[in-house]
C-alpha cells in the first residue's frame, strides 16, 4: 500500500507545485484551478492510502518474499454474467439521443437505466447469476 | 555547463548561412530569419541526437540478431550510461530553452511603429484597415485582398476576427497569429524585402476555410505613400472600400491579448 | 456471485460452479453470452475487434481525404463533405480507436492477468466500459445519416465554430454525445484498471515488479482520471452554450472562446499520453522478450512513465501559442522537458535490444518499426515546443505530419501488440509470412505518407484544406503522400486476410515466444478466472525465472555469461509451426 500511496502523494504534491508556479505566474485562472483539481484528485486517495498504509499489515503483494499460499483465501467477489450492463448502457444511450433528437427518448432511456439499477442491486441481493 | 552547451548552438544560429536550411526559409523579414536560424539550430540538434539514435538503432538491429539458441547475459542496469541518457538530454534541452527565449523575445517585442495595419478576418475573407487614413481593403473568397506595407518599416498589426476563430498565416514572414473574436492580438514585423507574398487562413472556419487567401505586397517607402494617397480616393481604387463611420468590422467587445488576466 | 478463492500453495482452484474441468458459466449462449459477459478477456476482446474496426473506418475516411487532396482542385468530395470527412477521420482515430483500442482493448485482457488476477476489479463496471463505448461511437458515426451531415468542426470543435450558429445540425449534437459516452466509458476503465493493479496483485508482485506494460497502464489509467472528467464538463458546457443560451464560450454574452481551449487541451495533452504510454509499454514488452533479456532500466523506465505523466499536465497550452494569450515561457519549457524522459525510453529500448539475440518476429518488426518512427515524430514535436517555431509551423501540414508519424508509431506498436498477445487471447498465432508482408507495407507506406507532408507543411500547406488552387505545384509531394497512405491502406487489407487465412490453424501451446511475464505462465486462451496456478513472483519476470531459473537478471557488475541452453517446448513448437508456414504460404 505504501508505494501506491507514495506514487499518489508524489504526483500530487508535483502538481500542486505546478499550480502554484503557473498561477502566480500568469494569473490564468482556468489552467490554475484545472490543476489544482488535480492535484486534489491524486492528494485525497493519496493521503487515505497512506493513513491506511501506516495501520495496516503488507499485504502479500507488498510483501517481496510472499508465497503464493500465502494469498489464499477469499480474493473478492466476480460476478459471472449480467444482463444488467447491457441494460445500463442501452439506457445511457437513449439518454444521449434525447440530447439530440428530442426529450421523449428519455422515456426509454430512464427506463432502462432505472430497470438495470434496480436489477443489478437485486442481483447482488441474490448473490446468483442472470 | 548550460552555456556549454547553448553557446555553440547559439554560434551556429547565428552564422545561419552557411548551414543547410532544413526545408525552411529566411523569409522577408527581420523576424522571419530570426526563426529561421533558430529552425537551424534545433534541426542540428536534431540530426545529431536523431543520427546518434538512428545508428546506434541500426547497429543493435545488424548486429545482435539472433544466432542459435543462446540466452544473452540477462544484464538490467548501468548506472553511468543511464546517468548520462538523462543529463545530456536535460542539459540540451536547456539550450534549446535558452535559445527559444531569445529568438521569442524577438518576436513578442512590440517596438515602435510607423504604420499600423488593422487586420480584421471574417467567414470568409479579410479586411485590412489603415488607421488615420482612408484606406479599407476588403476581399471575400475568391477576391484575395492585398494588404499594402512598406519595406525597412516597423509595421504594427492590430488582429481581430469578426466571428470564429482564423489564422492570419504569411509564410514569407514564418508567422502565424490566430485572429479571436472578443481579443485584439498584436504584433510587429519588418519586412527587408520588397515583392508579392501569399497569405492564407490556418485556423478551420468553416466551410470556404480552404478559399480564404490574401496577399501580401511589400513596397518602397514612397511607393506606400503614393499607394496610401491613390487609395484615399475612391474612385481609383475600385476592390478598396471607403470607411463609413465605423473603425473596425468587429462587432464585439475587444481588448487586448494578454497571458496576464483572465484568459 | 463467485467469491474466489485462491488456492492452497500453487493451485488455484477457479471453477466456482463445482463442476471440474468446465470454465464456461452455464446458462447464456452464443449473442446472450457475448452481451452479458463480465469476463475481461471477453470483453477485451469485444474492445480489441471494435476500435480495429473503426481503425478501418477511419482509414477509409483517410483514403479519402487523400484522394481529394491528390490534385489541387479536388472534386471528388465537396467542401462540407471535406469538414465532415477530416473531423470524423480525427475523432473516430483518436476517441474511438486508439485509446480504446489500448486501454479497453489489450489492457483490459493483458494486465490482470500480468499481475495475477482473476479478472478486472469491477466486472460489471467494465461490461458498462464496453457498451458505452460501442453505443458511444455508433453515437457519433450516427452523424452522416443525418440530413445536416456528420460533425464538421474539426475533432477539436473550437469554439466559437462549434456553436449553434455556426454548426447547427444533430450532426455535432451527436458528436458531442457520442464523446459524453465515450468519455465515461474511458473514466470507467481508469477506474477498474486503478483498482486491479492497486488490490489484485498477486502475493509476491510488489508494485516495483509490475511488468512495464501494466506499469504504463496505470499511469495511463491516473491520467484518465485526471483529463476525462474535465472533458466531460467541457462538453456539458459547450452543449449548453448551445441550447440552453449560455454563453460560456461566446463573445457575445461575456464569454471567452480561448476557454474552450484550455479546457479542452487540459484533457487532451493527456490525452496524446492516455494514447502513447499503452503502445510505449507494448513496445517495451515485445522488445524485451525478442532480444531474449530483461527490460533494460527496468526502474528509469517506470520514473520516465511517471515523470512523463506528472509533465504531461502542464503543457496542454503548447497547442495554443498561436492564440497570442498564454504564458508561452511557461510551457515552452514544460513541454521541452518532456522530451527527456521520452529519450530515456528510447535509450532504454535500444539498451533493452543491446547485446541480446534478437528475434525477428512480426511482433518484434513491429516493435521495430514503432521505435523508428516514434523517433521522427518525437524530434519533430521538440521543434513544436519552441514558440517561435510553432508559430511558423502551426496548422500546417508540417503539424500533420509530426503527429501522424507518432500515431501511425502507436498503428505500429499496436499491430505488433496483437501479434505478440494475440496468441494468448485466442490460442492461435497469425501466420509470420503475411504478418511480415503486412509490416512492410505498413512501415514504409507510414514514412512515403509522412515525409512529405514535412515539406508541404514547411512550403505553407495548411492544414484542413480541400483544395489548392494557388498552388499546383504541391501536387507532386500530394500525391506521394497519397501513394503512402495507399501502401498503409494496403497493409490493413493484408492484416485482414491475415487474420482470415490463420484462422484456428496454428494452435500456439501457453508461451510460443518465451516470454517473460506472467500472462504467459497460464494457458492459451487463459481459463475463466485466469490460472489454474501461479508460479513463485520473485522478480518483474515471474515466467522467465520459471522456465530458466540459471538466467535471472543481473544487476550491473555481477558475472554470468551466455551460455547455450536448451529450448523450451513451446519454442520448439514455434520453430516447427514456422517451418510449417513456410510451406503452405
Ligand atoms: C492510413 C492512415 C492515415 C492517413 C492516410 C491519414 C491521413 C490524414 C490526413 C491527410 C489528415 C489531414 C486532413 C486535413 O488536415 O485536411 C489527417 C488528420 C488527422 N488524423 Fe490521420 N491519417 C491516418 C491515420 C491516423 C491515425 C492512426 C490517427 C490517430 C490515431 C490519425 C489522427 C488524425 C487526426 C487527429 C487528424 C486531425 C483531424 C483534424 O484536423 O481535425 N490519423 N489524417
Ligand atoms: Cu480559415
Ligand atoms: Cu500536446
Request: aromatic share 14%; glycine share 10%.
Amino acid at each position: 500500500m505504501r508505494v501506491e500511496a507514495k506514487l499518489l502523494l508524489g504526483l500530487g504534491a508535483f502538481f500542486g507545485v505546478m499550480a502554484v508556479v503557473y498561477w502566480n505566474w500568469g494569473h490564468e485562472n482556468a489552467g490554475g484551478v484545472m490543476m489544482f483539481a488535480g492535484m486534489l484528485l491524486c492528494l485525497v486517495p493519496g493521503s487515505y492510502y497512506y493513513w491506511w498504509s501506516r495501520r495496516m499489515k503488507a499485504r502479500p503483494e507488498d510483501d517481496p518474499n510472499a508465497t503464493q499460499g500465502e494469498g489464499a483465501g477469499v480474493v473478492g467477489s466476480f460476478p459471472g454474467s449480467s444482463i444488467f450492463p447491457f441494460t445500463l448502457g442501452m439506457g445511457a444511450f437513449f439518454v444521449v439521443l434525447a440530447l439530440v433528437f428530442g426529450i421523449w427518448f428519455l422515456v426509454p432511456g430512464l427506463g432502462l437505466a432505472a430497470w438495470a439499477l434496480l436489477g443489478a442491486t437485486a442481483e447482488g441481493r441474490r448473490g446468483g447469476h442472470v | 555547463m548550460r552555456r556549454f552547451v547553448a553557446l555553440p548552438l547559439g554560434a551556429l544560429a547565428l552564422s545561419g548561412c552557411t548551414v543547410p536550411a532544413f526545408g525552411a526559409h529566411k523569409g522577408a523579414t527581420t523576424e522571419s530569419s530570426s526563426v529561421f536560424h533558430l529552425w537551424q539550430g534545433f534541426s542540428i540538434g536534431a540530426v545529431i541526437i536523431g543520427g546518434f539514435v538512428t545508428v546506434l538503432f541500426v547497429y543493435a538491429i545488424l548486429r545482435f540478431r539472433r544466432k542459435g539458441d543462446n540466452i544473452p547475459r540477462q544484464a538490467q542496469y548501468h548506472l553511468p550510461a543511464e546517468v548520462i541518457y538523462t543529463v545530456v538530454p536535460i542539459l540540451v534541452v536547456f539550450g534549446l530553452f535558452a535559445a527559444t527565449l531569445v529568438v521569442e523575445n524577438k518576436e513578442v517585442a512590440n517596438p515602435k511603429a510607423n504604420v499600423t495595419v488593422d487586420v480584421n478576418a471574417f467567414q470568409w475573407g479579410w479586411k485590412f484597415t489603415y488607421p488615420h487614413t482612408e484606406t479599407v481593403v476588403i476581399g471575400q473568397t475568391t477576391q484575395d485582398p492585398t494588404m499594402v506595407i512598406p519595406v525597412n518599416t516597423n509595421v504594427h498589426i492590430n488582429l481581430t476576427s469578426t466571428d470564429v476563430i482564423h489564422g492570419f498565416y504569411v509564410r514569407a514572414f514564418n508567422f502565424s497569429r490566430y485572429a479571436l473574436p472578443g481579443v485584439l492580438n498584436q504584433f510587429t514585423l519588418e519586412a527587408v524585402k520588397t515583392g508579392n507574398f501569399s497569405g492564407q487562413c490556418t485556423q478551420l472556419c468553416g466551410l470556404y476555410h480552404s478559399l480564404m487567401f490574401f496577399n501580401v505586397k511589400v513596397v518602397s517607402k514612397s511607393q506606400y505613400t503614393a499607394w496610401l494617397a491613390s487609395t484615399a480616393n475612391p474612385v481609383a481604387f475600385a476592390a478598396a472600400q471607403k470607411t463609413t463611420g465605423q473603425q473596425t468590422a468587429t462587432q464585439v467587445p475587444t481588448k487586448p491579448a494578454s497571458s496576464h488576466g483572465d484568459n | 456471485m463467485v467469491d474466489l478463492i485462491t488456492p492452497p500453495p500453487a493451485i488455484i482452484d477457479v471453477d466456482h460452479d463445482g463442476d471440474e474441468g468446465h470454465d464456461e458459466h452455464h446458462g447464456a449462449t452464443g449473442i446472450l453470452k457475448w452481451m452479458t459477459s463480465t469476463d475481461h478477456k471477453v470483453i477485451g476482446l469485444s474492445y480489441t475487434v471494435t476500435s480495429v474496426v473503426m481503425l478501418i473506418i477511419g482509414g477509409l475516411f483517410a483514403e479519402i481525404i487523400r484522394a481529394q487532396l491528390a490534385s489541387p482542385n479536388g472534386t471528388l468530395v465537396s467542401l462540407a463533405q471535406y469538414n465532415e470527412l477530416f473531423t470524423m477521420h480525427g475523432s473516430v482515430m483518436i476517441y474511438l480507436f486508439a485509446g480504446p483500442f489500448a486501454f479497453g482493448g489489450l489492457a483490459n485482457i493483458i494486465v490482470p492477468i500480468q499481475i495475477g488476477a482473476p479478472d478486472m476489479a469491477f466486472p460489471r463496471l467494465n461490461a458498462l466500459s464496453y457498451w458505452l463505448y460501442l453505443m458511444g461511437s455508433i453515437t457519433m458515426l450516427m452523424g452522416f445519416f443525418t440530413a445536416g451531415g456528420a460533425a464538421n468542426f474539426g475533432w477539436v470543435a473550437y469554439a466559437p465554430l462549434s456553436n449553434s450558429i455556426n454548426t447547427p445540425g444533430a450532426g455535432a449534437d451527436l458528436w458531442i454525445g457520442g464523446l459524453l459516452l465515450t468519455g465515461f466509458s474511458a473514466i470507467f476503465t481508469g477506474v477498474n484498471l486503478t483498482a486491479t493493479i492497486f488490490y489484485l496483485r498477486a502475493p509476491g508482485m510488489t508494485m516495483f515488479r509490475m511488468p512495464i506494460f501494466t506499469w504504463n497502464m496505470l499511469v495511463t489509467a491516473i491520467l484518465i482520471l485526471l483529463a476525462f472528467p474535465v472533458l466531460t464538463a467541457g462538453l456539458i458546457m459547450l452543449y449548453c452554450d448551445r441550447h440552453f443560451g449560455t454563453h460560456i464560450f461566446s463573445v457575445a454574452g461575456g464569454g471567452v472562446p480561448v476557454l474552450w481551449q484550455h479546457i479542452f487541451w487540459f484533457w487532451g495533452h493527456p490525452e496524446v499520453y492516455i494514447l502513447a504510454l499503452p503502445f510505449f509499454g507494448m513496445a517495451t514488452e515485445i522488445i524485451a522478450v525478442f532480444s531474449k533479456k530483461p527490460v533494460f532500466g527496468y526502474k528509469s523506465m517506470v520514473f520516465a512513465t511517471l515523470s512523463i505523466g506528472a509533465l504531461s499536465l502542464g503543457v496542454w497550452a503548447h497547442h495554443m501559442f498561436t492564440t497570442g494569450v498564454v504564458l508561452l515561457p511557461f510551457f515552452s519549457f514544460m513541454s521541452l522537458m518532456i522530451a527527456v524522459p521520452t529519450g530515456i525510453k528510447i535509450f532504454n529500448w535500444i539498451g533493452t535490444m543491446w547485446r541480446g539475440e534478437l528475434w525477428f518476429s512480426t511482433a518484434m518488426l513491429m516493435a521495430l518499426g514503432f521505435l523508428f518512427t516514434f523517433l521522427i515524430g518525437g524530434l519533430t514535436g521538440i521543434y513544436l515546443a519552441s514558440p517561435p517555431l510553432d508559430f511558423f509551423t502551426h496548422d500546417t501540414y508540417f503539424v500533420v505530419a509530426h503527429f501522424h508519424s507518432i500515431v501511425m508509431a502507436l498503428v505500429l506498436a499496436g499491430m505488433g501488440g496483437l501479434y505478440f498477445w494475440g496468441p494468448k487471447i485466442t490460442g492461435y498465432l497469425l501466420n509470420e509470412k503475411f504478418g511480415r508482408i503486412q509490416f512492410w507495407f505498413l512501415f514504409i507506406g507510414t514514412q512515403v505518407f509522412t515525409f512529405p507532408q514535412y515539406i508541404l507543411g514547411l512550403d505553407g500547406m495548411p492544414r484542413r484544406i480541400a483544395m489548392y488552387p494557388h498552388s499546383p505545384q504541391w501536387k507532386t509531394l500530394n500525391d506521394w503522400s497519397t501513394f503512402g497512405a495507399i501502401l498503409v491502406g494496403i497493409s490493413m487489407i493484408v492484416f485482414v486476410v491475415n487474420v482470415g487465412y490463420s484462422w484456428k490453424k496454428y494452435p500456439c501451446g501457453d508461451n510460443p515466444w518465451d516470454a517473460q511475464t506472467l500472462e504467459w505462465f497460464t494457458t492459451s486462451p487463459p481459463p475463466h478466472h485466469n490460472f489454474y496456478r501461479l508460479p513463485q513472483i520473485r522478480s518483474e519476470r515471474p515466467t522467465w525465472d520459471y522456465n530458466h531459473p540459471e538466467h535471472r537478471s543481473l544487476a550491473h557488475g555481477t558475472g554470468g555469461t551466455g551460455t547455450h541452453h536448451e529450448p523450451p517446448l513451446a519454442n520448439a513448437i514455434v520453430g516447427a509451426l514456422e517451418h510449417d508456414q513456410d510451406h503452405d504460404a
